[in-house]
């Protein structure tokens, strides 16, 4: 009856440096936070935003980048693969994967542990849009590798389904200053930013001609560039770290833009109030490639890097080896729908002219945990009444509901449950481990 939200957080890998809001406990769930405002558009999303006015959170933008595993045999003995993956700087490292059929891994980033956010979590690569990623410098970076302006003012006019906030008032440009400049629009900025960011943290760089330039030995990554070099790599992602600006210059000196054209517009999500002292309006993007590339990491922002297949990233955490952010549990479930990169690929490409929106949990203390509804789910716009004296399980909620869209927190895990056919032409998730509760399909 005591714990407090504070502490069942933090189990789930988040913590707090302010008590503002944490002094609310999980079991009082008449208090004003957790019941009568939980509708949005009230206090657990932002209130409006004018310019001139900064948003109270920060915009960033993340990349899931998949890449094709050409090489997966069986081990003869137990149910595992044996997978050879790009270690570290000593060459090639095999591990130990959990059978599925999945032909693809996905790179994951393990924060420092001296990180004052998500400490020690396994995330996607990302980080903090900036003013550079919206340069005019660009212009000439992109003229240069083949696109011309007036093309690049339109990249993205396929994309016919709505455009978030994030995109169409960005934070960073929030100053009359930058009203009439002549700066990047917001989808090829946050494209920038997501490649830029991937770069600094893992060293993989994503550049590339325009599609009309390119020939059969173009790559979407430098892998076998003189400027893949390690040495010539953890150089420049000093560099571009200590002043994002410097990745326009590096792209200008080698000829290549960053491959925006090779990142497809996945989700929008926003960090609730009640999760943290630092909230975050993050665009998650998808980018496939055909072979992994070789990765390391940053030793700061980044401790280690992993390739690994949505299912064994989700059993990681499960097993209470990985902590996941609520986004990170929600699309690596929604994303083992696919064994194949192929298929993957199709669908994001497919996916994202149904545009994208943003996504804010509404957050209901429980028994057992705590539940972060979704839009689609029954109780997002009308958080359960429920005494805080006999609150219902988990498992509780999860029977008397007849349309769920949620993430199931019992720290310091948590599982994503949808059973509702979902906006923008998106997927569901797949549960994992499977529920053993029976749902009721509303697809």
Known sequence: ???????????????????????????????????????????????????????????????????????????????????????????????????????????????????????????????????????????????????????????????KGPRPPIFTEPGVLMKEEYLHADILPGNVALRITAIRETFEETGILLLNRAPALRDSKTSAFLADSDLAKTDDIREWQKKIHENPVCFADFCLEVGLAPDIWSLHEWWNWLTPNALGHKRFDTMFYVCCLDSLPKAFSDENEVSKVEWVSPLEMLEEHIQKRAILAPPQVYELSRISNFNHLSDLKFFAAKREKSGVERWCAVITGLKDGAMLTLPGDEYFEKPPQVNSKFLPTLEEMRIRSSQLNRIELRAPTMIAVSNVKLSHDHLTPVAYPPVHTSIQSNL
């Open 1 to 159: 009856m005591g714990t407090k939200l504070a502490d069942l957080a933090e189990l789930a890998g988040f913590s707090f440096k302010t008590k503002k809001f944490w002094q609310v406990k999980v079991m009082d769930c008449n208090s004003p936070w957790l019941a009568s405002t939980g509708i949005p558009g009230k206090e657990d999303l932002p209130p409006p935003t004018s310019r001139g006015s900064p948003n109270p959170w920060k915009e960033a933008s993340s990349l899931i980048i998949a890449a094709k595993v050409h090489s997966v045999t069986r081990a003869l003995e137990g149910k595992t693969n044996s997978v050879k993956t790009n270690g570290d700087d000593n060459g090639k490292i095999e591990k130990v994967l959990p059978i599925d059929d999945c032909d693809y891994r996905l790179l994951m980033a393990k924060r420092s542990g001296k990180s004052s956010y998500l400490a020690n979590a396994f995330v996607f690569p990302g980080g903090y849009v900036e003013l550079a990623d919206f340069s005019t410098k660009w212009w000439a970076v992109f003229e240069a590798a083949g696109m011309s302006r007036a093309e690049l003012a339109r990249f993205g006019y396929e994309i």
